[in-house]
């Protein structure tokens, strides 16, 4: 109890145990105050979001302690980036890239009140989600992008001089024109359509997948397909093996009531 209020969730008996096998109470003291500390990183992450004309931003933020020997809080974002005009964006990525990061260390910036640490990256995808119809065009990671391959990180109190850099690295990538994209997208949904005609199918969606090699891009295609029932004596994993072997020349990997990909790797 603290104040009359007891701690939500913290195991007394295991830090009795410890107190007790240890033989001292400062071992226990120090798990107490570390729980206290992640408790508090804990409650302080937040889901933000930001939109424009040309993208949008959610990001998932949590403050982490310092590394030993600094003072400054590391801040793990994870984002997802939904590109609304896709031919803005890749005509000239890295303006693209330096606008997003500078919104995502405002974002931060704001809601945390903030004006020294570090932005670290544990993930960051690009997507164009394509007005939300269920389909998608998934560009890949920031890193993808890049040729950058330490881990991307920004400081909160000198951003510029780390998106800069950041900036400098956006390769010239010959991306595919947005018509190109959805020509492919309109060919791959009617191949689904026509390999499930004998399926109980719900509903049918493509995400095509952008690959990279040096400059260039390579398109494939994972077609979602949701079903209401299965065919008699066959599960989703025989379906999809089967499915697999008939859209296999036409680079399109299935996936059958959002379980596993079946081919991991981009044909």
């Given at each position: ?90 005509e000239n990525?890295g303006e ?115 690959t990279y ?55």
């Open positions: 109890m603290i104040d009359g209020a007891e701690i939500p969730n913290f195991n007394w008996h295991n830090l009795n145990n410890v107190i007790t096998h240890s033989g001292g109470i400062l071992i226990g003291i120090t798990q107490y105050l570390l729980y206290m500390k992640l408790l508090t990183l804990l409650e302080n992450s937040k889901h933000l979001n930001h939109s424009s004309d040309v993208y949008g931003i959610e990001m998932h933020v949590v403050p982490n302690p310092p590394a030993e020997g600094f003072d400054d809080l590391v801040y793990s974002v994870d984002v997802s980036i939904d590109i609304k005009q896709y031919e803005t964006f890749t990525a693209s890239i330096r606008s997003i990061l500078q919104d995502i260390h405002s974002l931060l910036v704001v809601n945390y009140k903030v004006e020294s640490g570090f932005i670290s990256f544990i993930n960051f995808t690009i997507n164009d989600r394509l007005n939300e119809g269920g389909s998608r065009i998934l560009i890949g990671r920031l890193s993808d992008l890049l040729n950058y391959s330490r881990e991307i990180v920004i400081g909160i109190d000198t951003p510029e001089e780390d998106i800069d850099i950041l900036v400098n690295t956006v390769k010239k990538i010959n991306f595919p024109s947005g018509k190109e994209c959805m020509t492919r997208l309109k060919k791959d949904h009617t191949i689904l359509k026509g390999a499930t005609s004998k399926l109980d199918v719900k509903d049918i969606n493509v995400e095509l997948s952008f090699s040096g400059n260039s891009v390579r398109l494939s295609s994972i077609g979602q397909v949701q079903l209401g029932s299965l065919p008699e004596g066959m599960d989703e994993e025989e379906l999809g093996l089967q499915l697999s072997r008939k859209l296999k020349p036409y680079k399109i990997r299935p996936q059958i009531n959002s379980g596993p990909v079946i081919g991991t790797t981009p044909l």
